[in-house]
């Protein structure tokens, strides 16, 4: 008899121990948001993406608000009727495209922003050292309506999910397409640009000079994630995500009704027709 309880004690050791070792695992990972947000660029730098984030910084995305100051490509300013002495760091129709999220869920702020119902400054904190949403970051041209959803699914999953599992939170595929958010279209004040996809997005990602001893193992190409994913077909790079269109209406940028890529009171993505 007194084996047996024994035994039994045993078992129901041993099971309350994997139920408590499972249940530490979960906790480990993290609640995905109800809804999506722009978290900026320096999210994705440290354990996850050093190397292309440090890629990023260093690319012409990573310098974009910069542009925006006095002085600054004075040449290239005259060339689109531009004033070059002219401070446009808080001018809407340039801060749609030279930074992320802007007039979005936690996308970028420009100084002077206040809280409707406090009245405190809630400008983005810009920091020379690590740039993250005052330029154009990874967000504007892999998300839909910010990385905060899908950000903790790669991290929860160490970087090993599919494209529909993202997508669903808005990454989107449609790489080349995305590129017409800015560069081409219509209310852009320089024109249509000419995009040369291939050749301009391995000026966007020299990630190879960035590795080192210390970042190697986030080679998301060597570890084979990349590959196999490339395999699937997301839904975002058969039809492509709608292209956002805006107005300019007493000094603030709103969006044109019926050209965002997501509404976040239907919870529902709208791709191009």
């Known amino acids: 008899m007194g084996k047996t309880l024994k035994v039994i004690s045993l078992i129901l050791f041993s099971a309350f121990f994997l139920v408590g070792v499972s249940d530490n695992a979960d906790a480990r990972k993290k609640k995905i948001p109800k809804k999506p947000k722009y978290v900026g660029s320096a999210k994705c730098n440290g354990s ?15 310098k974009t608000y910069n542009i925006l100051k006095p002085g600054e490509r004075a ?64 967000e504007m041209c892999h998300s839909a309506a910010g990385g905060g959803q899908f950000r903790v699914v790669m991290k929860n999953s160490k970087g090993d999910f599919k494209k529909e599992e993202t997508e669903k939170y808005g990454q989107r595929w449609d790489y ?43 080679n998301i190409v060597k570890d084979g994630k990349v590959k196999d994913r490339a395999k699937e077909k997301a ?39």
């Open 48 to 62: 996850c993406h050093d190397p292309y984030y440090q890629a990023w910084v260093n690319s012409p995305h990573g």
């Open 75 to 138: 040449d290239a300013k005259k060339r689109d009727k531009l004033d070059p002495d002219k401070d446009y760091t808080t001018d809407p129709q340039c801060l749609r495209c030279h930074t992320t999220g802007y007039r979005q869920s936690g996308g970028f702020k420009p100084a002077g922003s206040k809280s409707k119902k406090s009245g405190k400054d809630i400008s983005t904190k810009i920091d020379p050292e690590e740039p993250s949403k005052e330029q154009v970051g990874c």
């Open 176 to 218: 080349e397409n995305v590129c017409t958010r800015c560069h081409s279209h219509p209310k852009s004040p320089h024109g249509k640009s000419k995009i040369d996809y291939a050749k301009d997005k391995a000026v966007l990602h020299p990630i190879d000079k960035y590795f080192t001893e210390d970042n190697a193992d986030q």
């Open 235 to 273: 839904k975002s790079e058969e039809k492509g995500l709608r292209i956002e269109d805006w107005n300019i209406k007493k000094g603030k940028l709103k969006f044109a009704k019926g050209t965002r890529p997501y509404s976040s009171k239907k919870k529902k993505f709208y791709y191009k027709k």
